[in-house]
């Protein structure tokens, strides 16, 4: 019989770290009778160190789905140990195709003490920090030429048509594309500026500036070969170098 106290504490512990989160987070609990949608999380847990050994040996019974407006979760799981506590873990965005994900290190999960409280600290610090960057980077593989941005840092790429796209990590710059403009594609997390009016476009990009910048955010606008950007485009959003990492392989 399943124990209806473990499944309170994992849900009441799930909606008090959402609530200590940076961003807005939003908790779902997924009881054991959920088993088609267990078994799809499941399928996208984005692990292969603590948490993918974890399951290896118990299988999901239950789980707690935190979710970002931007797409962005993290699941939340028991811990079959002889410690108090839990699991948490990133969960690959459904919509992006496998090759995305190629060479982008999976932002292995971590366990939890039992208290929410001064646990969100650490996921917001280690795993959320990891999950951004690998999300940006995934994200930027599934629309190819698309700079991955960083949270202090919004980057916009030109396109082919005159469109300018980018991946903000977080929904408080999202907002402000939004408000001027941009459109969201919710799969890919992708932001889009069409290049229809160039006056307006150009409006947009020098107002984001400022307002990014008052949340600790610069910006940066690439410039792709054989393209120029408009003469009213924003001169203090320089080309941002490609970061270099180490990539390892994914796999599920």
């Given at each position: 019989?399943?124990?209806?106290?473990?499944?309170?504490?994992?849900?009441?512990?799930?909606?008090?770290?959402?609530?200590?989160?940076?961003?807005?987070?939003?908790s779902?609990?997924?009881?054991?009778?959920a088993?088609?949608?267990?078994?799809?999380?499941?399928d996208?847990?984005?692990?292969?160190?603590?948490?993918?050994?974890?399951?290896?040996?118990?299988p999901?019974?239950?789980?707690?789905?935190?979710?970002?407006?931007?797409?962005?979760?993290?699941?939340?799981?028991?811990?079959?140990?002889?410690?108090?506590?839990?699991?948490?873990?990133?969960?690959?965005?459904?919509?992006?195709?496998?090759?995305?994900?190629?060479?982008?290190?999976?932002?292995?999960?971590?366990?939890?003490?039992?208290?929410?409280?001064?646990?969100?600290?650490?996921?917001?610090?280690?795993?959320?920090?990891?999950?951004?960057?690998?999300?940006?980077?995934?994200?930027?593989?599934?629309?190819?030429?698309?700079?991955?941005?960083?949270?202090?840092?919004?980057?916009?790429?030109w396109?082919?048509?005159?469109?300018?796209?980018?991946?903000?990590?977080?929904d408080?710059?999202?907002?402000?594309?939004?408000?001027?403009?941009?459109?969201?594609?919710?799969?890919?997390?992708?932001y889009?500026?069409?290049?229809?009016?160039?006056?307006?476009q150009?409006?947009?990009?020098?107002?984001?500036?400022?307002?990014?910048?008052?949340?600790?955010?610069?910006?940066?606008?690439?410039?792709?070969?054989g393209r120029?950007?408009?003469?009213?485009?924003?001169?203090?959003?320089?080309p941002?170098?490609?970061?270099?990492?180490?990539?390892?392989?994914?796999?599920?």
């Open positions: 019989m399943h124990d209806h106290y473990a499944s309170e504490r994992l849900a009441s512990y799930a909606d008090v770290l959402a609530g200590e989160l940076p961003e807005t987070w939003t779902t609990h997924l009881p054991p009778d088993k088609d949608d267990l078994t799809e999380l499941a996208r847990i984005w692990d292969l160190d603590l948490v993918a050994a974890s399951l290896a040996e118990h999901l019974q239950q789980a707690a789905v935190l979710s970002r407006p931007d797409g962005a979760q993290l699941v939340l799981l028991d811990r079959h140990d002889e410690r108090a506590g839990f699991l948490i873990a990133a969960v690959a965005p459904r919509a992006l195709p496998d090759e995305a994900y190629r060479a982008v290190p999976e932002p292995n999960g971590i366990a939890l003490a039992d208290d929410p409280f001064l646990c969100a600290e650490h996921v917001a610090g280690d795993l959320l920090a990891r999950y951004d960057s690998a999300l940006a980077q995934v994200r930027h593989n599934a629309l190819g030429g698309i700079q991955p941005s960083q949270p202090e840092r919004v980057v916009l790429t396109q082919a048509d005159g469109s300018v796209a980018t991946a903000p990590v977080n408080r710059a999202g907002a402000i594309l939004v408000a001027h403009g941009f459109v969201q594609d919710p799969p890919s997390g992708i889009l500026l069409s290049g229809d009016d160039t006056r307006a150009a409006r947009a990009l020098r107002e984001i500036g400022p307002q990014l910048d008052a949340l600790g955010m610069g910006t940066a606008l690439q410039h792709p070969a120029t950007a408009p003469t009213s485009a924003p001169a203090s959003m320089p941002s170098p490609a970061s270099s990492r180490t990539l390892a392989t994914r796999a599920r």
